[in-house]
């Protein structure tokens, strides 16, 4: 998995709409995305471009390498995301 988001996504959709894999999920029209707090990174899809980030305005997105350490769950929990 090349970039994580974390809880302090605002599901603005803004990265997904950027992304250029479509690996960015929940959007507004599926129907996870009302019960969601945040959106996941497919770590299967990513491509580690970087777009995302450049557009995510709450800092909410993390290469899995840096992503800090009170925040390291947030790699599996995107990861869960997509096992279903």
Do not use: R, W
């Not at 090349?2 to 709409?17: E, N």
């Not at 557009?55 to 279903?84: L, Q, T």
């Amino acid at each position: 998995m090349a970039y994580v988001i974390t809880d302090s996504c605002l599901k603005d959709v803004l990265c997904a709409d950027a992304c250029p894999t479509d690996c960015i999920h929940p959007k507004k029209d599926e129907p996870q995305f009302e019960s969601v707090s945040q959106m996941y990174v497919d770590p299967e899809g990513c491509i580690d471009c970087g777009a995302c980030v450049s557009v995510c305005p709450s800092n909410s997105i993390f290469p899995v390498d840096d992503v800090p350490e009170e925040k390291k769950d947030f790699v599996e929990k995107n990861v869960k995301f997509y096992a279903n």
